[in-house]
C-alpha cells in the first residue's frame, strides 16, 4: 500500500525474471542471516541481529542478476536493481525519492577523479541507503516499533523512514552528537535519548532496549548493508558498465565499506564486471583502529590509547571499537587497498577545497577528499587503471556549528 494514498501502486517490476514469491509476511523463505565466522543460520524476519558466537551476521539470499537494459527502464530509485536486492514487495517499498546520486568530474594536481555526491541523498546523507531498504523489509514483516542507536545521520535517517512507514523509533545517541543531526530525528517524531559516554556506551545501551522493538541497527542488522551496497550498483550504472580502479570511503563503523565491497562483489559474481575495485578506506588520525591494525597486519582492529578514542572533527567516523572490524579489514585486503590516517586539518582543507567547487559537506563527507589529497602522492598508479571514485558522504547541514566555528561566523 501507497506510504501517502493507501492504494496499492502497480510494480515497475512485476514479472521480471529474479523477482521472488512472497510468502504473506513479505518473506521469502530463503531469506536467512548467516554467520561467517560458525555458519549458524537465523531466520531473517526474527529478532536475531547477532550471532550466538557473537559474530556479526550477512545476509544469505538469492543470487543477484543483472540487466543495463531493464535497469534503464526504471524508476531512478534504489529498487532498479531488485534482482540484486532482498525480495520486497511493492506495497512495502518505503522511499524519499533516494538513490542516482551525481557522480561528478573533478580535477586537483593534473589529476582527475570523480566524486560520488551521497551528501544529496533525502536526509542528507548515504545512510538512506540502507534505512531504505531496511525499513521497506521491516514493513513487509509487520514490525511496528525499532530502536537504534547512532551518533546522528544513521538516527536522522531511519526516523525519516521510519516516519514515512509508520513504524515508531526510538533513537539512543551519546551526549557529544550534534545538535542538528538530533532535531532531524525529532522533527521527524523519534524519541531522541542523550546517553553518557561513548559511542560503545550508547550500543550497549540500545542492546539492553532491544527487548519489545526490533533493533534495526545500521551497524548489526545486515539488512542495513544490503542498502548500502546500491552506491556500487549504481557507480557501475554511471560508467556504462564498468568498474573504476578504486574507491576512496571514509570508515568508522565500515557500513558503506562493506556495502561497496558486497555490491562490487555482486556485479562480479553476475558476470557484469570482471573484479572489485581497490577499496581506500580513510580514517581520522584522532579515531583510527583499522587504519593502525591494518598497518601491523592485524586481524582485529587495533585497541587505541586511553584519551585518543573519538578526538576528531570528523564525528561520523570517531569509532574507537567497530563491530564489523574484522570484516572491514578483510574486505579492503582482499581488493588490494590499504587504510589512510588523516589529521583534521587536512580534513578541514578537503571540506573547504569542496565548498568553494558547491559541495557543501560536513568534515566528515571530506574525509574521502583528504585521503586522495594524501594517497595520491604514494599510488598514482591507480589513474592509469581507471577512474578513481570518492565517497562524499554527508551534508554540511549536520554539524553548521562546526563550519560557523571555522569560519569564525
Same mark, same amino acid.
Given at each position: 500500500?501507497?506510504?501517502?494514498?493507501?492504494?496499492?501502486?502497480?510494480?515497475?517490476?512485476?514479472?521480471?525474471?529474479?523477482?521472488?514469491?512472497?510468502?504473506?509476511?513479505?518473506?521469502?523463505?530463503?531469506?536467512?542471516?548467516?554467520?561467517?565466522?560458525?555458519?549458524?543460520?537465523?531466520?531473517?524476519?526474527?529478532?536475531?541481529?547477532?550471532?550466538?558466537?557473537?559474530?556479526?551476521?550477512?545476509?544469505?539470499?538469492?543470487?543477484?542478476?543483472?540487466?543495463?537494459?531493464?535497469?534503464?527502464?526504471?524508476?531512478?530509485?534504489?529498487?532498479?536493481?531488485?534482482?540484486?536486492?532482498?525480495?520486497?514487495?511493492?506495497?512495502?517499498?518505503?522511499?524519499?525519492?533516494?538513490?542516482?546520486?551525481?557522480?561528478?568530474?573533478?580535477?586537483?594536481?593534473?589529476?582527475?577523479?570523480?566524486?560520488?555526491?551521497?551528501?544529496?541523498?533525502?536526509?542528507?546523507?548515504?545512510?538512506?541507503?540502507?534505512?531504505?531498504?531496511?525499513?521497506?523489509?521491516?514493513?513487509?514483516?509487520?514490525?511496528?516499533?525499532?530502536?537504534?542507536?547512532?551518533?546522528?545521520?544513521?538516527?536522522?535517517?531511519?526516523?525519516?523512514?521510519?516516519?514515512?512507514?509508520?513504524?515508531?523509533?526510538?533513537?539512543?545517541?551519546?551526549?557529544?552528537?550534534?545538535?542538528?543531526?538530533?532535531?532531524?530525528?525529532?522533527?521527524?517524531?523519534?524519541?531522541?535519548?542523550?546517553?553518557? @559516554?561513548?559511542?560503545? +556506551?550508547?550500543?550497549? /545501551?540500545?542492546? *539492553?532496549? !532491544?527487548? %519489545?522493538?526490533?533493533?534495526?541497527?545500521? $551497524?548489526?542488522?545486515?539488512?542495513?548493508?544490503?542498502?548500502?551496497?546500491?552506491?556500487?550498483?549504481?557507480?557501475?550504472?554511471?560508467?556504462?558498465?564498468?568498474?573504476?580502479?578504486?574507491?576512496?570511503?571514509?570508515?568508522?563503523?565500515?557500513?558503506?565499506?562493506?556495502?561497496?565491497?558486497?555490491?562490487?562483489?555482486?556485479?562480479?559474481?553476475?558476470?557484469?564486471?570482471?573484479?572489485?575495485?581497490?577499496?581506500?578506506?580513510?580514517?581520522?588520525?584522532?579515531?583510527?583502529?583499522?587504519?593502525?591494525?591494518?598497518?601491523?597486519?592485524?586481524?582485529?582492529?587495533?585497541?587505541?590509547?586511553?584519551?585518543?578514542? @573519538?578526538?576528531?572533527? +570528523?564525528?561520523?567516523? /570517531?569509532?574507537? *571499537?567497530? !563491530?564489523? %572490524?574484522?570484516?572491514?579489514?578483510?574486505? $579492503?585486503?582482499?581488493?588490494?587497498?590499504?587504510?589512510?590516517?588523516?589529521?583534521?586539518?587536512?580534513?578541514?582543507?578537503?571540506?573547504?577545497?569542496?565548498?568553494?567547487?558547491?559541495?557543501?559537506?560536513?568534515?566528515?563527507?571530506?574525509?574521502?577528499?583528504?585521503?586522495?589529497?594524501?594517497?595520491?602522492?604514494?599510488?598514482?598508479?591507480?589513474?592509469?587503471?581507471?577512474?578513481?571514485?570518492?565517497?562524499?558522504?554527508?551534508?554540511?547541514?549536520?554539524?553548521?556549528?562546526?563550519?560557523?566555528?571555522?569560519?569564525?561566523?
Amino acid at each position: 500500500m501507497d506510504a501517502d494514498s493507501g492504494r496499492t501502486p502497480r510494480d515497475p517490476y512485476e514479472g521480471e525474471a529474479g523477482i521472488q514469491k512472497e510468502t504473506g509476511r513479505g518473506e521469502d523463505a530463503r531469506d536467512v542471516f548467516r554467520c561467517q565466522a560458525c555458519g549458524a543460520a537465523y531466520p531473517a524476519a526474527g529478532t536475531t541481529w547477532r550471532c550466538r558466537c557473537g559474530s556479526p551476521l550477512e545476509w544469505a539470499g538469492r543470487e543477484p542478476s543483472f540487466s543495463l537494459e531493464a535497469i534503464r527502464t526504471r524508476p531512478a530509485d534504489l529498487w532498479r536493481y531488485a534482482e540484486a536486492l532482498p525480495s520486497v514487495p511493492a506495497w512495502a517499498r518505503v522511499s524519499l525519492g533516494e538513490g542516482m546520486t551525481p557522480l561528478v568530474e573533478e580535477r586537483r594536481g593534473g589529476r582527475s577523479f570523480l566524486l560520488k555526491l551521497d551528501h544529496l541523498m533525502p536526509t542528507g546523507s548515504f545512510k538512506d541507503r540502507g534505512s531504505a531498504v531496511m525499513v521497506s523489509l521491516l514493513r513487509a514483516w509487520g514490525i511496528d516499533a525499532v530502536v537504534e542507536d547512532s551518533s546522528g545521520n544513521a538516527a536522522a535517517s531511519l526516523a525519516a523512514y521510519a516516519a514515512r512507514a509508520g513504524i515508531d523509533c526510538r533513537i539512543l545517541v551519546p551526549e557529544s552528537a550534534s545538535p542538528a543531526k538530533l532535531v532531524q530525528a525529532q522533527a521527524a517524531g523519534a524519541r531522541v535519548v542523550r546517553v553518557p @559516554g561513548d559511542r560503545q +556506551a550508547t550500543a550497549r /545501551a540500545a542492546e *539492553r532496549e !532491544a527487548v %519489545g522493538r526490533y533493533y534495526a541497527s545500521h $551497524v548489526w542488522n545486515p539488512l542495513f548493508m544490503e542498502g548500502t551496497q546500491t552506491a556500487a550498483f549504481e557507480i557501475w550504472e554511471q560508467l556504462e558498465g564498468r568498474v573504476p580502479a578504486a574507491v576512496v570511503t571514509p570508515v568508522g563503523n565500515g557500513s558503506l565499506l562493506l556495502g561497496l565491497a558486497r555490491g562490487f562483489q555482486a556485479l562480479r559474481r553476475a558476470r557484469v564486471a570482471s573484479q572489485v575495485p581497490t577499496l581506500i578506506g580513510v580514517q581520522a588520525k584522532g579515531c583510527a583502529p583499522l587504519a593502525r591494525a591494518f598497518a601491523r597486519g592485524d586481524e582485529r582492529p587495533a585497541p587505541l590509547e586511553p584519551g585518543d578514542q @573519538g578526538r576528531t572533527v +570528523a564525528e561520523g567516523i /570517531a569509532v574507537a *571499537r567497530p !563491530a564489523r %572490524g574484522t570484516q572491514i579489514l578483510r574486505a $579492503v585486503r582482499e581488493s588490494g587497498g590499504t587504510f589512510l590516517e588523516v589529521d583534521d586539518d587536512g580534513i578541514w582543507q578537503a571540506a573547504e577545497w569542496l565548498a568553494r567547487r558547491g559541495c557543501f559537506v560536513e568534515p566528515t563527507g571530506a574525509a574521502a577528499v583528504a585521503g586522495l589529497f594524501q594517497w595520491r602522492a604514494v599510488a598514482g598508479a591507480a589513474w592509469e587503471e581507471g577512474p578513481v571514485v570518492l565517497m562524499v558522504t554527508g551534508s554540511g547541514l549536520k554539524q553548521a556549528d562546526a563550519w560557523r566555528g571555522r569560519m569564525g561566523a
